[in-house]
């Protein structure tokens, strides 16, 4: 069974949020979530992580839903460049993270 | 700066030759991973090490082969290359656990065809 359910696609206007949903059934209360994306060509590169809390970061906002089973990766401008493939995941303690297949955002100018 | 780099960033080899892909990294983490990525697959794991001496084996380690002898690299051995290793293959490091730092440091990607 995958740790994370994400939606294969989402398409998005230029200069609108984003809301990229991850559904994460079986966390426990110590597990960390974590969203990276990749860009076409490119290395995965971290956007990130949080635990309980809403977070932000120059790149995104995470939002944790209060059980944490499902949380939502927020992009408040999308850019022609945040065309990418999103990856949500958690582990536990030093665990390796695992991915899964991600979802494909295409954004339209 | 600190960087991650991998070679061959493109290599065509024969079913059953052996290949090595080389991941070297400059900001002397501890941890480092190995990653394929095929189309309709996502990331999975193969190896990985949490220092010199220590190799685990991920989701996918069958075929694979890691050794760590220093903190900068961590080769990944394919012993007798398969058609079914063509893939696109990542390494990654992180200084501390993944959990604190959030920040696992990906390199380009070396992409693998096995004929």
């Known amino acids: 069974d995958a740790k994370t359910t994400q939606p294969n696609s989402m398409e998005s206007n230029e200069e609108e949020p984003v809301h990229l949903p991850c559904n994460h059934s079986?966390?426990?209360?110590?597990?960390?979530i974590h969203w990276y994306r990749q860009l076409p060509s490119q290395g995965p590169e971290y956007v990130i992580h949080?635990?309980?809390s809403n977070v932000n970061n120059r790149m995104a906002s995470l939002a944790i839903a209060e059980d944490r089973k499902s949380s939502t990766l927020i992009l408040h401008r999308a850019t022609l460049r945040d065309a990418a493939v999103y990856y949500c995941t958690w582990n536990s303690g030093n665990t390796p993270l695992v991915f899964g297949k991600g979802t494909r955002l295409s954004v339209i100018a | 700066d600190a960087e991650i780099t991998q070679s061959p960033r493109h290599k065509i080899t024969e079913t059953g030759r052996q290949v090595t892909l080389a991941c070297h990294q400059t900001w002397n983490h501890n941890n480092m991973f190995w990653y394929r990525q095929d189309l309709g697959h996502g990331l999975r794991l193969i190896h990985y090490?949490?220092?010199?001496?220590?190799?685990n084996k991920g989701e996918v380690s069958d075929g694979y082969s890691v050794s760590r002898s220093n903190t900068e690299d961590l080769p990944l051995t394919l012993e007798s290359a398969a058609s079914s290793q063509t893939s696109v293959y990542f390494c990654a490091s992180s200084e501390f656990p993944v959990l604190d730092t959030g920040e696992l440091f990906f390199g380009e990607g070396s992409r693998l065809t096995v004929l």
């Open positions: 949080g635990l309980t």
């Open positions: 090490s949490y220092g010199v001496h220590d190799t």
């Open positions: 079986t966390i426990s209360g110590t597990d960390y």
